[in-house]
């Protein structure tokens, strides 16, 4: 007996939805017994040294301009200080995961000292204060909207933290 096509087609259809959803697991199936691939890209070590370097970089153009507030050289400008300040916070944050064991070695680009693993403890707390230290820096700058005796104070001590760290811890 044959169908209308019109009744064969939708079939013919299914069918091949069913046959390809086999053929699908039969593959996936194959895959699965295969050993998993390297991830591609950077080693995970490689992308903390590369994630770090560039938050510190961000973190140096950023707070850049407050040094000239400090000293005078660039006028104190509210939108310009609140946007800075908070990028500062925030790429602070992002400073701890990315010092993971052994991300210094074999990497000619870093000038992170081999301290930082060997002094873990001293490390973490400078780099928790630093992370405070920031996040009171922008609630500082809400309060004080200008150059104030106060505000250039805060931008002083945090910078007291940067030179602190790369003392002990950074190649010069
Ligand atoms: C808790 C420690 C610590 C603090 C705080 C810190 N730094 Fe650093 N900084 C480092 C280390 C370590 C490196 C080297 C990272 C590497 O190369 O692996 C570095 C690198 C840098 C770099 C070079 C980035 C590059 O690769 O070119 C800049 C710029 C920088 N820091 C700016 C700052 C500024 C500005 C501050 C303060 C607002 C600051 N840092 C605070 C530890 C610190």
Not at 137 to 155: L, M, P, Q
């Amino acid at each position: 007996m044959r169908y209308p096509s019109s009744r064969a087609l939708p079939l013919t259809a299914a069918g091949a939805i069913i046959l390809m959803s086999a053929a699908f697991v039969i593959s996936a199936q194959a895959q699965s017994a295969q050993p998993a691939p390297a991830p591609a890209g950077p080693s995970p070590t490689k992308q903390a040294l590369e994630n770090r370097k560039a938050a510190y970089t961000l973190i140096g153009n950023y707070f850049r301009y407050f040094g000239a507030v400090a000293k005078g050289t660039a006028a104190y400008d509210e939108a310009e200080a609140t946007k800075r300040a908070s990028r500062i916070a925030f790429l602070s944050g992002l400073l701890d995961e990315n010092f993971p064991e052994g991300s210094n070695f074999g990497e000619p680009d870093s000038k992170a000292k081999a301290d930082i693993w060997s002094s873990r403890a001293d490390f973490d707390k400078k780099l928790k204060d630093f992370q405070a230290h920031a996040q009171a820096f922008a609630e500082t700058n809400a309060k004080e909207k200008g150059a104030s005796d106060t505000f250039k104070a805060a931008i002083a001590s945090l910078a007291q933290d940067c030179k602190g760290c790369h003392e002990t811890y950074k190649v010069k």
